[in-house]
């Protein structure tokens, strides 16, 4: 059984930056691929950045040079530095996983998400 928590989130100017985190505990053997998604009201989940364990990472057209995903395998943490922030990417940002537990399963996991307002 693992958990996901996501921190960082916020209130921002247009223009601003936030970083956010994401950290995994519980009983993890190895963790594969990384994601950051965010949800906007009336809006499908969708796909924001992606990092693999050995670093490959992938970005959605809407971020892609303002945003940096960044992986501490050590704190089993990733890390997702948004700079030049606009009023469209105000969402709920969720993190996913995918885990290989103790027990030998891998689990694809979801944190609660982390709320990010950017103001008009």
């Known amino acids: 059984q693992v958990q996901l928590v996501e921190s960082g989130g916020g209130l921002v100017e247009s223009g601003g930056s936030l970083t956010l985190s994401c950290t995994v505990s519980?009983?993890?053997?190895?963790?594969?691929?990384m994601t950051w998604y965010r949800q906007a009201p009336g809006k499908q989940r969708e796909l924001v950045a992606g990092?693999?364990?050995?670093?490959?990472?992938t970005y959605s057209n809407s971020v892609k040079g303002r945003f940096t995903i960044a992986r501490n395998n050590t704190k089993n943490t990733i890390y997702l530095q948004m700079n030049s922030l606009k009023p469209e990417d105000t969402a709920v940002y969720y993190c996913?996983?995918?885990?290989?537990?103790?027990?030998?399963?891998?689990?694809?996991?979801w944190g609660q998400g982390t709320q990010v307002t950017v103001s008009t």
């Open positions: 519980g009983s993890i053997f190895s963790i594969y691929a």
């Open positions: 990092i693999g364990s050995g670093g490959s990472t």
């Open positions: 996913n996983a995918d885990i290989r537990v103790m027990t030998g399963e891998v689990l694809s996991s």
